[in-house]
């Protein structure tokens, strides 16, 4: 995934949801693409910390997933999230959603 978006942008990499919420309050990205599926902490659990903290909450963010309950989708947009994107994933219409919430 990432190869299709560093042509266009600096591009940071974590492994887990922790080392992802670490890296944003670290480094202040302009928009963070995450997966709902992930080790140690999930993309919920990333969304609500990063949502419950003054210093990431205005971060955009685009959920990767094959979720597509109401429910969930609702509870992912609650916490903040910008943009869905449903795998397998389309590199340009990934870059697509990025570049409507980036200037």
């Known amino acids: 995934m990432l190869g299709w978006l560093r042509a266009d942008y600096d591009c940071l990499e974590a492994t887990n ?4 919420f670490r890296c944003a309050l670290e480094q202040a990205p302009d928009a963070i693409v995450t997966d709902l599926e992930m080790p ?4 919920v659990g990333l969304l609500r910390m990063l949502h419950a903290n003054p210093a990431s909450r205005a ?3 685009v959920v ?8 969930q989708v609702n509870l992912c947009r609650s916490l903040g999230c910008a943009a869905f994107v449903l795998k397998p994933v389309e590199g ?3 870059l697509a ?3 409507q919430l980036l200037p």
Request: glycine share 12%; proline share 4%; aromatic share 4%.
């Open 17 to 20: 949801g922790a080392e992802g």
């Open 40 to 43: 140690v902490l999930d993309g």
């Open 59 to 61: 971060i955009p963010v």
């Open 64 to 71: 990767i997933t094959t979720v597509t309950e109401v429910e």
């Open 92 to 94: 340009a219409y990934l």
């Open 97 to 99: 959603k990025l570049r």
